[in-house]
């Protein structure tokens, strides 16, 4: 039996995720950014919590960990500390470790850029990644506490994954991104297709998470830094792809 996943919006903009083994009845929260509505989530399936999976260790992504782990006494899995504590963690992985959630496995990346800290978890018989801050749908993660080329590398490795990878990133940011996007690569039939969607889902009041890989490669600008045609919107003709890369987070950054 397939892995069940259901997506709900968290505080302001943050997206919270549970994926249920219907086999074993575990079921994973990724992330904890506020207990009350994944408790509210998982009251309206019938489902336990059994584990929390934790990408890394800003507050809107650990600040229900507590309340979660004293109501469930659920497993709590996260990034190796890089300099910053989570509390609450049992099990600590890092890059080619797996997860299970019941029959359900989940491999890890080490996904630094956006924290030191950061992982995500890929469910590939489900085609799911849970990526948190590194891509978001049309964007990617501000680049905090680390390195334009360290974010590029992580960047790489996710976009290295098959096309039909479902795309679960921690925040609804969307339209704003596609805006964005637009500005850079105005004639990308990709990107206008997707402007499209989103605004069609937004109006309807509906989240625009998962998306799928596919058109990530094709419309994200942020993982088309090696494409030629950007360098060249940006007069970056020649430079490396982690510089276009830095650039276009830089222009972002000042949106």
Do not use: Q
């Not at 049309?138 to 680049?143: A, F, K, L, T, W």
């Not at 704003?176 to 039939?189: D, H, M, Q, R």
């Amino acid at each position: 039996m397939a892995a069940e996943i259901r997506v709900f919006p968290c505080l302001s903009d943050n997206i919270g995720y549970l994926i249920h083994d219907p086999v074993t009845k575990a079921t994973a929260a990724i992330d904890a950014p506020d207990a009350k509505p994944i408790i509210a989530a998982l009251e309206r399936e019938g489902w336990r919590l059994t584990d929390l999976l934790i990408t890394h260790h800003h507050a809107d992504h650990t600040d229900g960990i507590a309340e979660l782990k004293a109501k469930y006494k659920c497993r709590v899995v996260g990034p190796y500390e890089k300099g910053v504590r989570i509390d609450g963690l049992d099990v600590h992985v890092k890059e080619g470790d797996t997860v299970k959630v019941g029959n359900l496995v989940a491999r890890v990346f080490e996904t630094p850029g956006h924290t030191l800290d950061h992982i995500s978890y890929m469910f590939d018989d489900a085609h799911a990644l849970f990526c948190a801050d590194v891509i978001f749908s049309i964007g990617c993660g501000r680049v905090i506490e680390g390195t334009y080329p360290m974010m590029w590398e992580s960047l790489l490795k996710l976009r290295a994954l098959p096309n039909d990878t479902r795309v679960y990133c921690g925040h609804e940011y969307t339209a704003s991104n596609v805006k964005f996007a637009l500005g850079i690569e105005p004639n990308n039939p990709a990107l206008k297709k997707r402007a499209e969607e989103v605004t069609k889902l937004r109006a309807e009041g509906k989240l625009t998470i998962p998306s799928l890989m596919r058109d990530e490669k094709e419309a994200n600008v942020f993982l088309r830094a090696d494409v030629p045609a950007v360098a060249a919107a940006l007069g970056m003709n020649g430079k490396t792809p982690a510089e276009v890369f830095g650039e276009i987070r830089e222009r972002k950054n000042r949106a």
